[in-house]
Nanobody, 122 residues
Framework: QVQIVESGGGLVQPGGSLRLSCAAS????????MAWYRQAPGKQRELVAH???????FYADSVKGRFTISKDNTKNTMYLEMNTLRPEDTAHYYC????????????????WGKGTLVTVSS
């Protein structure tokens, strides 16, 4: 069993900052990719950023220069530092982890967290 837990969402004013965390735990052998997605009301879920096991990162154009993704390999935990937040960043943010799991050798397993709500409003 693998558990994915996000935290750090909340209400922030435009221009403000928030830091999201995602912790993966359980029967994990290795973590391949950790990613943040978001889904705004009435819109499709979109990729915000991801970070690979080697530390390579990707950012959606809409967040480049404002968001920073990082991870602590010792804790299987990922972070998203969000600065200069805009009302259009309002969404549920979801953590996605692709990993190797005990009992499933050679298979990449895909897990999602339940999400954390970020609201940017004055």
């Amino acid at each position: 069993q693998v558990q994915i837990v996000e935290s750090g969402g909340g209400l922030v004013q435009p221009g403000g900052s928030l830091r999201l965390s995602c912790a993966a735990s359980g029967s994990i052998v290795s973590v391949h990719v950790m990613a943040w997605y978001r889904q705004a009301p009435g819109k499709q879920r979109e990729l915000v950023a991801h970070i690979t096991s080697h530390g390579n990162t990707f950012y959606a154009d809409s967040v480049k220069g404002r968001f920073t993704i990082s991870k602590d390999n010792t804790k299987n935990t990922m972070y998203l530092e969000m600065n200069t937040l805009r009302p259009e960043d309002t969404a549920h943010y979801y953590c996605n982890v692709v990993l190797g799991e005990l009992g499933s050798p050679g298979v990449a397993m895909n897990y999602w967290g339940k999400g954390t709500l970020v609201t940017v409003s004055s």
